[in-house]
């Protein structure tokens, strides 16, 4: 009989476990304005391990892959990615053991450069003034040159991005606001956000509004945003499914990117900032028509990866 000590396990979380199940955050100052009857709330998204709302996104393609078999061992995760979800297929790939290889623009901010190396990811760095576009069309160059080196993860046209939404964004709203949420309003990059999380919760009620956020013009600073007109439509984005389509400025963006700091104390990235700013725009066209609202949107991360483009000094 062997005496060998063995302890118990105590309950750990692992790192997939520790996505998702964000808190549901309130304002004090910038909504004072409103009435009782109409409230925002945003989830604060930059809670998850990698600091942003595509940690839920890459789990999730992952997850796919390799139930589906696209992603086997020895196989390295290729993506385009301006920043969040590269950092996450990074985070992830480091955790799962798969070798990562990111394609972005050599303009991304010197702190995402930095996270990606930190997490061992191989970045591969395309022309800026092509955008992410010109990511897309380099990755797309590679992964159909060695389709059995390279699983595409293809965030843009990947159905997995937007079932992570239906999956668990949307179930989290509908209970963190016990059903009453009237709009449901989110920037859109791949527009899996939009998409998944909208459906979930146009199938808990049809009457919920889904109000979609774009930059107002093609030159713009917002982060993370794609402005469609001109942009590689990704294909899981739906035009006809947001029931409206705000156009949000980058100047209103940057002044409420300071007013959530200063006023608030929420260090958040751009595009909390501009989701607040259409967030606003809907709770005050509800405000003077005198009917009540529940507002909800998302926060996808906080500043911290954008603090080098100094837009906290005036
Ligand atoms: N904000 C930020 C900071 C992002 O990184 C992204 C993803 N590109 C988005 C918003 C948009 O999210 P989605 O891709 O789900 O539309």
């Known amino acids: 009989m062997s005496l060998v000590y063995t302890p118990a396990r105590p309950q750990a979380a692992n790192l997939e476990s520790l996505i998702g199940n964000t808190p549901l955050i309130s304002f004090r100052r910038v909504t004072a304005h409103l009435p009782d009857n109409v409230q925002i709330y945003a989830k604060a998204e930059w809670m998850n391990p990698g600091g942003s709302v595509k940690d839920r996104a890459a789990a999730n393609i992952i997850r796919q892959a390799e139930i589906d078999g696209r992603l086997q061992p020895g196989m390295t995760i290729l993506d385009s990615t301006s920043g969040n979800t590269g950092i996450a297929y990074a985070m992830l790939g480091a955790a799962k053991g798969y070798p990562v290889k990111l394609f972005l623009p050599a303009n991304a901010s010197p702190e995402r450069i930095t996270i990606l190396k930190a997490y061992g ?3 591969e760095l ?17 992964a159909a040159a060695d389709p059995d ?7 843009y046209n990947n159905p997995a991005n937007w079932q992570a939404h239906y999956q668990t964004t949307g179930v989290e ?11 449901f309003i989110a920037g859109l990059g791949t527009s899996g956000t939009l998409m998944g999380t909208g459906r979930r919760l146009k199938d808990y009620n049809p009457d919920v509004q889904v109000v979609a956020l774009q ?13 469609m007109p001109t942009a590689i439509k990704p294909g899981i984005y739906d035009e006809f499914f947001p029931d409206r389509q705000v156009g949000i400025s980058t100047e209103a963006t940057h002044v409420m990117l300071r007013r959530m700091a200063r006023e608030e104390g929420y260090l958040v990235g751009t595009s909390a900032a501009a989701a607040l700013v259409g967030s606003l725009q809907i709770a005050d066209e509800l405000a003077a028509a005198g009917e009540p609202g529940v507002i909800v949107t998302l926060f996808p991360d906080n500043a911290y990866k954008y603090l080098s483009d100094k837009l906290w000094v005036e």
């Open 149 to 155: 080196a390279y699983f595409y993860a293809d965030q």
């Open 121 to 123: 990811a191989q970045l």
């Open 173 to 183: 709203i509908w209970e963190q606001t016990d059903g009453a949420l009237t709009h």
């Open 215 to 227: 930059p107002d013009s093609a030159f713009h600073g917002l982060e993370g945003w794609k402005y």
């Open 126 to 142: 395309t022309d800026p003034l092509e955008g992410s576009d010109g990511a897309i069309r380099a990755v797309r160059a590679l």
